[in-house]
């Protein structure tokens, strides 16, 4: 009931292509889906995050639709970048901070120029 | 701020040796977790503490790990004695607990390989 499962495991784009990663979860305690970027060498880092009050988020480039009866949710990356390739992890987790973030396995994403 | 501060960045030990992997959260911040990384397994959470308390240690995978946190700004995670398996980059990550702000901040990691 703590998993979440992220797909696809890679993915490779075109420049100025779309990119698109789902995740799923079972646990319904869970009411905060953030995700993050990762670089080689670095720790991840928050780039978007929702909450189930809503069924989508924007920010820039960044989006996140989110499917509360079916409990999934997905990252849309428009127009990727070279400078997007990275490996990106959803995450669920509560509201109130302190409770234990659960990250799905992590999708490498690879922007061909 | 400097951020989350980890150390060392790089470990190479050998197997039966004692480990001590160190983490410096954000001032201010209340929560601290510990997460191992490795391709098989993803992100793994280890152990987490709230104002230095250890709240959740289920994810530790066995005896031989163990970790502190002494004050509000210090943490150590310990393995002993080492084994290859537990080859993987290590993250401390902390955050600041109230509502609305749960947010982690990554350190850098500590890669540590074990031969």
């Known amino acids: 009931q703590q998993q979440v499962k992220q797909s696809p495991q890679s993915l490779i784009v075109q420049k100025g292509g779309i990119s698109i990663i789902n995740c799923a979860y079972e646990n319904t305690a869970f009411d905060y889906f953030p995700w993050y970027q990762q670089f080689p060498g670095k720790g991840p880092a928050l780039l978007i995050a929702?909450?189930?009050?809503?069924s989508e988020k924007k920010e820039g480039r960044f989006t996140i639709s989110f499917n509360k009866s079916a409990k999934q949710f997905s990252l849309h990356i428009m127009d990727s970048q070279p400078g997007d390739s990275a490996t990106y992890f959803c995450?669920?987790?509560?509201?109130?901070?302190?409770?234990?973030?659960?990250f799905g396995a992590g999708t490498r994403l690879f922007v061909k120029a | 701020d400097a951020g989350v501060i980890q150390s060392p960045r790089h470990e190479v030990t050998e197997m039966g040796q004692e480990v001590t992997l160190r983490c410096k959260p954000i001032s201010g911040h209340d929560y601290l977790f510990w997460y191992r990384q490795t391709m098989m397994r993803g992100l793994e959470l280890l152990i987490y503490?709230?104002?230095?308390?250890?709240?959740?240690d289920s994810g530790m995978p066995e005896d031989r790990f163990s970790a502190k946190m002494p004050n509000a700004s210090f943490s150590t995670l310990k393995i002993q004695p080492s084994e290859p398996r537990d080859s993987a980059v290590y993250f401390c990550?902390?955050?600041?607990?109230?509502?609305?702000?749960?947010?982690?901040?990554f350190g850098a990691g500590s890669r540590l390989t074990v031969l």
């Open positions: 503490f709230n104002n230095n308390v250890p709240i959740d």
């Open positions: 990550a902390s955050s600041l607990g109230v509502s609305g702000a749960n947010v982690l901040t």
């Open positions: 995450a669920a987790s509560r509201w109130t901070g302190g409770f234990k973030t659960i």
């Open positions: 929702i909450r189930p009050d809503v």
